[in-house]
């Protein structure tokens, strides 16, 4: 079948979610079957992301138009999971009942050119199939799929469908724990994945380059489907396996070997740095987490194989984190039980990890309290540390003498720069100019967020960035 042929029959009968069911089936798409119970749920997205050429008067994206999960039953298709979720949700859905979706929230194919449409994934891959084609019953869709609508504006490769190309590597791996190494590349085939002490399972994530083709693991004889929790001890070997010719799919590609890649599990430390259960290492936190780990300037929580991600880190950890950097031998003596309170403002204490780093911080101008509404100052170890508070508090460690006069207070550069409080706008001056801070690239410019609450793994990033760049 030619291409062209192909992406006809892409819009018209395969992957827009179609079916060959008798439209009869589908009279009650979408309702809780009679007389049967959930055996789990499948979480299903509908979309609409891609941006519109320039020049053109097409609909502008609707962005997620729905998500959610959704109970599955028996009899279920992934075409009437959608349905459900449309319903549940209040999105009109046209062309189910058909077997062939051409409108969701009024966005309809062909309306933003003559390849544009609704096309769909199960797991991640483009089916050779019909959304009311792939069921429960034919042991496609399971507790736990992901279904996902989305709308093309070329008949799929600006989805990751692409019936042009036979590529069958993996373009990424996210593992949901511990460390790869080394960091994934589609042309490197063989890791080791060291978990945290006492895993026994672990979550992987591999994306295909080309998603006509389906990307699975195994462990042994039994395969595991995409991000499915993969039980492993110390020793095992998982093997990635994207497009065995075996598997169905669009492609003329029976003759294509697969890509292979294998993972060798290791369980406990790797190197110096200990290994959170909370930390997915190859997101864009991972390497930094890795980095002041293995400094041991953010340790994680103590008596557990957590860093804390997502946490906001408090005044009391930041104090910790810079005291630990600058006075080692301090901090591998140090006897919390022992230690006494020398600030003299309310918000530290006796006997506290951060004690001593909070007489430290004090006594040398880096972190010197907040005004309280009275006027007067609270070292508010428990407190919430802003993004603004982060950067004011290196610019007070790290700057040389004279450069936070000469950076000034020009944040124009930001979108928001002028949020930023008085007393944090030459810090922010000074770490824009070091390039220790660069804001959020957003589509109407950047921006710092100087009020945000910052997190644990954004503080280990900026602490990276510090150390590489010679600040710290």
């Not at 991640?124 to 736990?144: C, I, K, M, R």
């Not at 001890?233 to 669009?250: F, H, N, R």
């Not at 591998?332 to 430290?360: C, H, R, V």
Request: glycine letters at 12%.
């Amino acid at each position: 079948m030619n291409l062209k042929r192909k992406l006809v029959a892409l819009l018209l009968s395969a992957v827009v979610a179609c079916g060959l069911v008798p439209s009869l089936a589908f009279a009650a798409i979408g309702d809780i079957p009679s007389g049967e119970t959930p055996i789990g749920q499948v979480h299903v997205s509908i979309s609409d992301t891609l941006a519109r050429p320039a020049g053109v008067n097409y609909p502008a994206p609707r962005g997620t138009i729905a998500e959610g999960d959704v109970d599955l039953y028996s009899s279920d298709s992934a075409m009437s999971a959608i349905v459900r979720l449309a319903n549940e949700k209040g999105v009109a859905v046209v062309g189910a009942d058909k077997g062939y979706i051409t409108s969701v929230a009024g966005l309809g194919e062909f309306d933003c050119g003559k390849k544009s449409g609704w096309m769909g994934t199960i797991d991640d891959w483009f089916a050779n199939t019909g959304f009311s084609s792939v069921t429960v019953s034919s042991g496609v869709l399971e507790p736990g799929s992901e279904v996902d609508l989305m709308y093309t504006l070329d008949g799929g490769p600006d989805l990751g469908s692409d019936w042009g190309s036979n590529d069958k590597t993996v373009a990424s791996l996210s593992v949901g724990a511990g460390i790869l190494s080394p960091s994934f590349s589609a042309d490197v085939h063989s890791y080791t994945l060291t978990l945290p002490e006492g895993s026994t399972s672990v979550a992987l994530t591999p994306t295909a380059t080309n998603k006509n083709f389906q990307v699975k693991a195994r462990v042994g004889g039994t395969w595991y489907k995409r991000g499915a929790e993969i039980p492993v001890s110390d020793g095992s070997v998982i093997k990635v396996v994207c497009g065995d010719p075996s598997w169905p799919t669009m492609n003329d590609a029976a003759n294509v070997p697969a890509q292979r890649y294998e993972i060798t599990v290791q369980v406990g430390s790797s190197g110096s740095a200990p290994v959170f259960s909370d930390v997915d290492y190859s997101d864009w936190y991972g390497d930094a987490v890795t980095f002041v780990a293995a400094r041991g300037l953010i340790t994680g929580y103590a008596g557990t194989t957590l860093f804390g991600v997502g946490d906001t880190l408090t005044r009391g950890q930041l104090a910790t984190i810079l005291w630990r950097n600058a006075c080692p031998d301090e901090y591998a003596s140090y006897d919390p039980k022992t230690a006494k309170n020398e600030i003299d403002i309310a918000g530290s204490a006796d006997g506290m990890y951060y004690t001593a780093a909070a007489n430290w911080a004090f006594a040398n101008g880096v972190i010197t309290g907040i005004v309280l509404e009275d006027g007067t100052r609270d070292f508010a170890a428990e407190g919430k540390v802003s993004f603004e508070q982060l950067v004011t508090v290196l610019a007070r460690l790290c700057a040389a003498p004279g450069e936070l006069e000469s950076a000034g207070s020009d944040l124009s550069a930001f979108a928001d720069g002028d949020l930023a409080s008085d007393w944090s706008r030459s810090a922010f001056a000074w770490a824009a100019k070091k390039g220790l801070v660069e804001g959020y690239d957003w589509p109407t410019g950047k921006y710092l967020a100087p009020g945000e609450n910052v997190a644990r793994e954004r503080v280990a990033v900026v602490l990276k960035r510090a150390f590489e760049m010679g600040i710290m």
